[in-house]
C-alpha cells in the first residue's frame, strides 16, 4: 500500500500548492494598490507637516508683532504715567491718588462693590484733611 493508494491523486496535490493565476494576480495587484497608497499617505504627510511648519512660522511672526506692539504701548504709556506724575506737593496727594482712580460705576459687573470707596477718595480730593502739625 505505497503512494498509489492515497485518496488524493499525486498531480491534484501539486497544483493545490501553487496558486491559481488569477489569486496570484490580485495578490500582485493588491500588494502594487498597497504600496500606491503608502506612497501617497506618505506624500499627504510630507505636505501636512509642511503646512504646519508654515502655520506655525506665521504665528510666531504674528505673535512677536504683536509683543514688540504691546511692548513700545506699553513703554509710552509709562513714559506719559512718570511724566504727567509732578513732584508731590503738601495737600495734592489725594488729586493724584483721584486721577489713577476710576469713577465710573458701571465699569464692571463682575468687581466687588467699591461705591463707598469711590466717594470716601472724592470727598477727600474736595475737602483734603488739614495735616496734623503734632511732632
Not at 506665521?58 to 509709562?78: C, D, F, G, L, M
Not at 509732578?86 to 462693590?113: M, V
Request: net charge positive; hydrophobic share 25%.
Amino acid at each position: 500500500m505505497g503512494g498509489s493508494t492515497s485518496p488524493i491523486p499525486s498531480s491534484f496535490s501539486d497544483n493545490s500548492r501553487e496558486e491559481p493565476e488569477k489569486i496570484r494576480r490580485w495578490r500582485e495587484d493588491q500588494k502594487k494598490r498597497l504600496e500606491n497608497k503608502d506612497a501617497d499617505e506618505e506624500k499627504k504627510k510630507a505636505e501636512m507637516r509642511e503646512g504646519a511648519r508654515k502655520e506655525l512660522e506665521e504665528w510666531y511672526t504674528s505673535h512677536e508683532e504683536q509683543v514688540a506692539k504691546n511692548r513700545t504701548i506699553n513703554r509710552s504709556a509709562e513714559k506719559e504715567l512718570v511724566a504727567d506724575t509732578d513732584p508731590i506737593e503738601p495737600g495734592t496727594e489725594w488729586e493724584r491718588i483721584a486721577k489713577l482712580c476710576d469713577f465710573n460705576p458701571k465699569g464692571s459687573k463682575h468687581q466687588k462693590d467699591i461705591s463707598r470707596m469711590r466717594s470716601i477718595i472724592l470727598q477727600v480730593k474736595q475737602a483734603p484733611p488739614m495735616p496734623s502739625t503734632k511732632k
